[in-house]
């Protein structure tokens, strides 16, 4: 392996957002923090698939994450983004870690159609809540930052820069993780697991706390999503954005931490493009495109990377 | 690395390209921006007429072929433009496509949404961003209830009005019903109808009993199982907000069965379906249009131009969608005029076309609009139903009874289920 | 309690269209290992070349009770022609990709039919309502249902029947199996593994435009049809046990009758009682009700 300069990149990604941001469009800065908020959502399930899980319902703990945050603001009125974002993660891995005694148990295609079960669960229970504006959801109060509102012109890139140092605390600690013994063992397990367990492990055990962290950055990116889109709704539940999750993950292979961050902005970007160039066709356009990515680059968008390197 | 640069450029290539293809006309034309649904369940009977209502109404304004008060070319002599947009997928997606039509195609108005959800979800990205949009379809009434706006705006009625509306028009009808029963989506338009519906029927007739209130999933498609509880309820009325593929999907499920031979269907987004499935509904049936549309629309000059040149286009008449589309253009148009008159003829900004908004009154091809309630940002207007009867293979609509827009909508400030709790006090 | 009679006729309808439209997805998983998303566009497919075709057929005036027929027919012809392109075209090329990635895949197919479907059909909804009707109906209690719903029941049966009896019982079904056991050793015996795949997607893609084809003449054939469908397959064949016949069979009568018992008496969680089942099913049977016990590769 050579030697990694996974932090020090995502070091200067982050410096580059803080400096150029001011020069980026609006709307532009807001793709950046929907792609971070996504990308932390992936980068749980890339944690998963590491150990060959697929969790069909990642939606579940970005729905939660969301809820908590707008909740925060509805009911106790707090707007501050960085308190939304620390509740959604706790209140989502406290949701994974109850989850997890259950699916810690489940393998290959029945856990992931068994946390499909679950985010839907969470759909309906949603969809029949009108306390909580039922399928419309409702406004999550305007994103204010150690209890300081910033004005219009500033608001979009104070947002992106705080979540993009979120996004950097969450990335540089699971890359960390990843070199303990535990965070190793992910690869083990999806080659064996028998073997594991011979070594003296719990794989069960393994696969809930990955289970946990994973939930956590979902709900990360949950509240992340919902302070910056300003609006939730059960929809951040359904099973086809989990699909989306599964999709960017996939497109940007395991390669590295800062993988789903690019597979998401990417992501972001054709499916932005496919809505401007063919209104009536983007899915056809969505569809193509991720297509050939997949022939293409088959180990992921991260391989562009890491070909030379290889050759 | 070299494929990444590759990757890169196209990208920046594509996303430069995109608005600079709408872009290049003459003498700053206004642009606008049209969400709507282009695809899904929800593009054949809401989105796709929408649009084409859009397409004609824009086109007829540019060429100065609409009737007074609206003969003057495009907005105030400047051409309109559009920039058409689908408004399939998430509240997250319909939001970054916001953001991108204000400040990357760069439009002046905004006009669309079905969805209600998207229509809360854009509304404070709306006054963020300081841009005019009206909502020309969706019927939460949360919207004004809850928020207050400068920017947002929505030329057609509220679901309460629908809801209201159907109940007074069913006590009108049947003095004697003692019973009702409701079929409705499960989701937050069908929960708002049937809640406001039986709240109203509850003042109107105290003693009435209910009998069921079937929700199931919204585009389920397999009614049998609930058509069969509502035969066995055996109420007097049915009350349901289904529409588009639901809607159908039922009445073809429940016309063999003789569910609304039994009892009385009020169909209260009905009226999208009259024209196709006029089969399958029986006679005596209720239809709704949510707003004086369609068949219950004016027999005005607006309503004969805008009818004539929309069946002429596309070979069927105008649904209420299109009808809300092209009286949210009106609007739009008569606001942006008024403002540039008092602007002394010059281009007016968002800020003033959103003040002659206001407490607009305004003529559509649907009667009059008022922008009377959410402090002058929420139309309201009269409503009317009528009962289904076939003649000759063609749906008609008799015993058609109207209601003033102030005895089917509160009064300004007022919400609407309090107003109804209250006994639809003014 | 005189509901009960409805609660199971109505349970018995549903688990029958549920199964007709899942048995392809279950069939394809059993034999490719392949998730196959795209099970919702061939639903969709079938269900819009029905409608065209048979729509064809009555407005021509030849006689509507042959219009059963056509519906099979447009449902097979559909599938015949899209399934071997989609699967020589583009899947055969994928075998050796993970399971997730050709889920992925199949995704992106879906993506890409829907949009075909609308080049092709439009947005405009179609009906024909004609072949419900036709048949008449008859009486449960005092409640009365078009015969047109025994025709899914007996389509249901037919193909669990027929498809046990294959399985079971012909030389072409214990290949089969065979592959399912083990492609690898199966192709190293001289089984024309490729062929088999490519029958099989066909099939089971067949099954699916059927499912749409018949349940055409009772909805209005729109855009996003199929969509539902996916994951109301997904349910019913996990419940059961993917890849298992009987499995789907209970699934979807499972389904079907705590749907209609929930509609009838508490209408307000018929929402999320599939996922319910579902998640219970999962948490007592981890791989559903009729699963095969995996062998651990040590």
Known sequence: ?311 | MRNFRKLATAVAAALALAPAAALAQDAAPVKIGIVTFLSGPAASPFGVPARNAAEVVTELLNAGKAPAPYATKGFGGAPIQTVIIDEAGSTTTQVTEYRNLVQRHNVDVVIGYVSSGNCLAIAPVAEELKKLTNFFDCGTARIFEDGSYKYVFRTSPTQTMDSVGAALYVHDAKPKLKSIAGLNQNYAWGQDSWGDFEASMKQLVPKVEVKTSQMPKLFAGQYNAEISTLLGAKADVIHSSFYDGDLEALLLQAAPRGLFKKSTGILSAGETVIHKLAAQIPDGTVIGARGPFGPYAPNNELNRWFSKEFRDRYQVPPTYPSYQMAQAILGVKAAWEKAQAANGGKRPSNEQVAAALEHLSFEGPGGTVKMANGKGHQSIMETAYGMSKVVGGKLTLTNIKRYPAEKVNPPDGVKGADWIASGFKK | MDQIPAVIVDGIFYAAWLFVAAVGMTLIYGVMKIVNLTHGSFYALGAYAAASLTGAWLAKGYPPMLSYGVLLGSAVLVSVIVAPLIERGILRFMYAKDEVVIMLITYALFLILEDTIKLIWGVDPYFIAEPYGLLGSFDVGDLSYPTYNLILVGIALAAGIGLTLLLRGTRIGKLLLTVIHDPEVSRAMGINVDRFYLVTFTFGSMLAAIGGAFTAPTVSVVPGLGVEIIVLSFAVVVIGGLGSLPGAALGAVIVGLVRSATIHYAPEVELFVIYFVMALVLAFRPRGLFSLAEPRKI
């Open chain 1, 1 to 311: 392996m050579n030697r990694d300069r996974t932090l020090p990149i995502l070091g200067a990604v982050m410096l580059v957002v803080v400096l150029a941001g001011p020069l980026l469009p609006q709307w532009a800065l807001f793709l950046v923090t929907i792609a971070i908020a996504k990308g932390l959502v992936a980068l749980g399930l890339m944690l998963l698939l590491r150990a060959g899980l697929v969790s069909f319902g990642q939606a579940l703990y970005y729905c939660i994450g969301a809820y908590t945050a707008g909740s925060v603001g509805r009911f106790f009125n707090v707007g501050d983004m960085l308190v939304q974002m620390i509740a959604g993660a706790a209140v989502a891995a406290l949701v994974a870690f109850i989850l997890g005694f259950l699916l810690a148990r489940y393998r290959g295609i029945f856990f992931g159609l068994l946390s499909l079960a679950l985010s839907m669960i969470l759909y309906g229970l949603l969809v029949k809540s009108e306390a909580l504006g039922s399928t419309d959801g409702f406004n999550v109060l305007p994103s204010t930052v150690l209890g300081i509102r910033p004005s219009e012109a500033w608001v979009r890139y104070v947002v992106a820069a705080v979540g993009c140092g979120v996004a950097l605390l969450a990335t540089a600690l699971v890359y960390r993780y990843l070199r303990t013994p535990l965070g190793q063992l992910a690869p083990a397990i999806k080659d064996n697991e028998i073997r594991v367990e011979y070594m003296g492990t719990s794989v069960r055990n393994a696969i809930h706390a990955m289970y946990v962290i994973a939930a956590a950055l979902s709900g990360i990116g949950g509240a992340l999503a919902a302070t910056t889109v300003g609006h939730i709704d059960p929809d951040m539940a359904y099973w086809t954005t989990s699909g989306e999750f599964i999709f960017i993950t996939i497109l940007a292979g395991t390669g590295s931490v800062v993988a789903p961050f690019l597979g998401a902005a990417i992501f972001g970007i054709i499916h932005t493009v496919a809505f401007d160039l063919s209104p009536n066709t983007w899915q056809m356009s969505l569809g193509t495109a991720l297509l050939l990515l997949i022939v293409f680059l088959p180990d992921g968008l991260w391989s562009l990377f890491t070909r030379r390197k290889a050759a």
